[in-house]
């Protein structure tokens, strides 16, 4: 990927360091509505710590004997920081769920509703959030970058925590688009160097000398993923596309969409400076409803850009994606051609067929407040769906 710059690259950032403690990044999900009363499916806001959005699921799941699948949620959060998010599970009485205790997750309340809880029906995340160790003057700092970012924009950004622990979940996907089995499974084992783990680290470096079924013998209990990929490689050597073959669909559309994400970003990088302008030929997002539209009047459109109704749209690849004309689609279309791919190379030939769809370019930064208490920065703040709040922690820090 190419070099991230900053669109308050005209500010000093504050520095400091996040993410110190749980308490130092909390989230709250905001519903999309709210729960009627009644009906079979019970709505639990829960508070976890330390745990993903799957993770959590997979335990209460366990306590209330219910199979996975049939529990509902409206966001995914990653395990750093505390999360209040909702979830819904089916055919349960409230008070069957009144003492539950698990390790991680506090119940919050449980209410009726008519409906599963689908993925993206929720308004937006509220993010309080402390820098600790910030440079002399962060606060001023900082509430200069904010007043930038409620003017144009918040870079809709992916970034860093897209990419999995190593930050090579992109470039899975990558090898998987271009049929580069082997590298994907390479990549899948991993590097070496980023492991704590002793055992791990010597069963990749096993792997990395070919020797796979010592790699296999080494690797600890809790690596199922890369333990069914190197069962598959010890009983057929060299059959590198059956092996990673073992990976959960799941998995392999997650990689897909880490890869679709970078390039994503990529375009993000080139219009950083033009971010808060649509050009002839863009497909605007409607902020209000998420629809897009042909721009075929920039001097027209612009204003409602500057209102911040619209914004200029960027690509998430696929078969199905709608796609710009003019100038942002040679944009596109050269981003593809450099990584050798098209459209159609996000088919089925990958094991997973990944439609596509546009995302904004930018998102609106909703009630921003920012204080100081020694060397630490509080924010607050509020981002639509699908945004991340490392977005904006970047512009404000300049670390990352």
């Not at 004997?65 to 209040?84: F, H, N, Q, W």
């Not at 996907?173 to 994907?184: E, F, S, T």
Request: hydrophobic letters at 35%.
């Amino acid at each position: 990927m190419s070099e991230q710059r900053y669109l308050t690259a005209h500010l000093p950032g504050c520095g400091g360091v996040i993410k110190q403690s749980p308490d130092d990044f909390i989230v709250t999900e905001i519903p999309a509505y709210e729960p009627c009363g009644s009906g079979e499916h019970l709505y639990l806001t829960i508070e976890k710590r330390g745990l993903t959005t799957l993770e959590a699921i997979r335990l209460i799941a366990r306590s209330l004997s219910l199979p996975e699948r049939e529990i509902g949620y409206a966001g995914m959060k990653d395990s750093v920081g505390v999360t209040r998010q909702t979830i819904s599970v089916p055919r349960i009485r409230p008070e069957e769920v009144a003492g539950l205790s698990l390790k991680g997750v506090q119940l919050i309340s449980a209410l009726r509703h008519t409906n599963k809880l689908k993925l993206g029906h929720l308004k937006g995340n509220r993010f309080n959030l402390v820098v600790r160790s910030v440079n002399e003057g962060a606060l001023a700092a900082a509430s200069a970058i904010l007043k930038v970012l409620v003017e144009r924009g918040v870079p809709n950004r992916f970034g860093y925590q897209r990419y999995g622990v190593q930050g090579n979940s992109h470039l899975i996907g990558a090898a998987m688009l271009r049929g580069d089995w082997k590298g994907a499974v390479d990549l899948l084992m991993g590097d070496p160097q980023l492991l704590r783990d002793d055992q791990w680290r010597s069963a990749i470096q096993a792997y990395q000398r070919g020797d796979v079924a010592e790699a296999l013998r080494l690797l600890p209990r809790h690596c199922d993923c890369e333990r069914s990929v190197l069962q598959r490689l010890v009983s057929r050597p060299g059959a590198w596309e059956k092996a990673f073959g073992a990976v959960h669909p799941r998995l392999r559309k997650l990689y897909l969409s880490a890869y679709q994400s970078s390039l994503f970003d990529r375009v993000v990088e080139e219009r950083l400076d033009r971010i808060d302008r649509v050009m002839e030929g863009d497909l605007a997002w409607k902020h209000v409803n998420g629809a897009c539209f042909l721009v075929e009047d920039q001097e027209q459109e612009q204003p409602r850009a500057e209102r911040f109704e619209i914004s200029p749209s960027g690509p998430m690849f696929g078969t199905k994606m709608m796609q710009p004309q003019g100038e942002p689609r040679n944009m596109e279309e050269r981003i593809l051609a450099e990584e050798g791919l098209t459209l159609d190379s996000f088919g089925a030939q990958s094991g997973v067929a990944m439609e596509g769809q546009r995302r904004a370019l930018r998102v609106p930064l909703g009630n921003p407040s920012c204080s100081q208490e020694g060397s630490s920065l509080c924010l607050e703040f509020f981002l639509p769906k699908g945004s991340y709040a490392t977005s904006v922690l970047r512009e404000i820090t300049k670390n990352f």
